[in-house]
Structures are given as structure tokens and as C-alpha cells.
């Protein structure tokens, strides 16, 4: 039982490249989200999506991008890295999206520097 | 504006006392509240939960009292164990299909 996978465990960047930072859950769960833990600051969202074909914004999107072409996989993109996301990210998914009882499962997280 | 806020960063307790963690939130449409705990390393996994129309919830050594009117919930862990030790995430289930929202995380130590 893999549940939710992310890769690379971490990463080393110069600033202005682009990354993609995957992730893939095999839960079939319909909403999957995207965010960074910064000492301090806690877990923001950055984007999310409630179901296959859909995204939304969360509280820090800018400088990111997502898609959501099938359930499972959930990529997240910055097009063109500066150090402020140098940050640990965290992939999760929840069976449906928004209010109620709505336990989100987390991957083991991304740690991406960039220099 | 933070909406949750967990206004102690860090909790240090003894062995086998009792830890209480707690939280606040703003808006007063949240209608669930979940506690996830987060080892050095590891994604965040859920530890309990409890809806508004309920005051308490209890699973084993941990119990989350929500008091609506003072829009506040705590997280009890007793006794607490060294294993406890990590760092506690508050969050929030608005209406609709918004995601939760979370407070910034107590990290709680417990002292053998």
C-alpha cells in the first residue's frame, strides 16, 4: 500500500530553472492539495484540487502552477525558481474536497533548495 | 488574517503529565476540527477529530474539548509519553468545498 508518493525526496535548485515537484496517490481520493512548511509559518496551501480537471488557489499560489489531468497524479511546477521556495512540500489528498469530516493524508514531503 | 491560530509555538511537559494544546479559530462557519501530528521528516497524519455539534471527543490517551462560544478547542494527551513528542497541527473545516485551513503547529516536547 503505497498511498500518497512524492519525489524527489529533496532537491537542490539554482534560481531561475524550472521544477516540477510529482505527486501520486493510488487511493482514488477525488481532491488533492499542495502545500509548503516554513519554520514558523506552519502548512500553507498553495494550490488544490477537488476533483480531476479542476484547481483552485490557496493562500501562497503565486510562482507555482498545477494540473490535474486524471486522479492519481497532482504536479506541481515553478516555473522559474527564486530562493523564497526554498521550503519542504507537502503533497496530501482527501477522499472529497472542501468542509466536513475530511481527513487529508500527506506524502513524506519534498525539501527543495534553491540557490 | 489567520482564521486558526495556535498562539504557543513550542510545550515542553514531563513524562506521564498531562499535555494540553491549544488552539482558536476566527470563523465561526468551521464546522469540524482535526488535530494532525508531524514527526522531523515525515508528512503530517491525522490524530483526531471533532465535529461543532459535539464538545468532546475522546480516542485513548488523546481527548479534543471544543467550546463553540469561545471559538476555542485543546487537544488533551495523557499521560503524555516521550513518543508525543512532535509537532501538533490545529485545522479547519470551513463549508463548501474549501479546504481546511491550519494553525502554524505547536511543537510539543515531553521530558523522560
Known amino acids: 500500500i503505497a498511498g500518497i508518493t512524492q519525489a524527489p525526496t529533496s532537491q537542490i535548485l539554482a534560481a531561475g530553472r524550472r521544477m516540477t515537484l510529482r505527486c501520486t496517490q493510488d487511493?482514488?481520493?477525488?481532491?488533492m492539495y499542495w502545500y509548503r512548511q516554513d519554520l514558523g509559518l506552519g502548512l500553507r496551501l498553495i494550490h488544490y484540487?477537488?476533483?480531476?480537471?479542476?484547481?483552485g488557489k490557496g493562500e501562497v499560489p503565486d510562482g507555482y502552477s498545477v494540473s490535474r489531468a486524471n486522479t492519481d497524479d497532482f504536479p506541481l511546477t515553478l516555473a522559474s525558481a527564486v530562493p523564497s521556495q526554498t521550503s519542504v512540500y507537502f503533497c496530501?489528498?482527501?477522499?472529497?474536497?472542501?468542509?466536513?469530516?475530511?481527513?487529508?493524508?500527506f506524502g513524506p514531503g519534498t525539501r527543495l533548495t534553491v540557490l | 488574517d489567520q482564521q486558526v491560530k495556535q498562539n504557543s509555538p513550542s510545550l515542553s511537559v514531563q513524562e506521564g503529565r498531562i499535555s494540553i494544546l491549544n488552539c482558536d479559530y476566527t470563523?465561526?462557519?468551521?464546522?469540524?476540527f482535526l488535530w494532525y501530528k508531524k514527526y522531523p521528516a515525515e508528512g503530517p497524519t491525522f490524530l483526531i477529530s471533532?465535529?461543532?455539534?459535539?464538545d468532546k471527543n475522546e480516542d485513548g490517551r488523546f481527548t479534543v474539548f471544543l467550546n463553540k462560544s469561545a471559538k476555542h478547542l485543546s487537544l488533551h494527551i495523557v499521560p503524555s509519553q516521550p513518543g508525543d513528542s512532535a509537532v501538533y497541527f490545529c485545522?479547519?473545516?470551513?463549508?463548501?468545498?474549501?479546504?481546511?485551513?491550519f494553525g502554524k503547529g505547536t511543537r510539543l516536547s515531553v521530558i523522560a
Open positions: 496530501a489528498s482527501s477522499v472529497l474536497g472542501g468542509g466536513g469530516h475530511n481527513e487529508q493524508f
Open positions: 487511493m482514488r481520493h477525488n481532491a
Open positions: 484540487s477537488n476533483t480531476a480537471g479542476t484547481t
Open positions: 470563523n465561526s462557519m468551521f464546522d469540524y
Open positions: 471533532i465535529s461543532s455539534i459535539k
Open positions: 485545522a479547519a473545516s470551513p463549508s463548501g468545498n474549501t479546504p481546511l485551513v
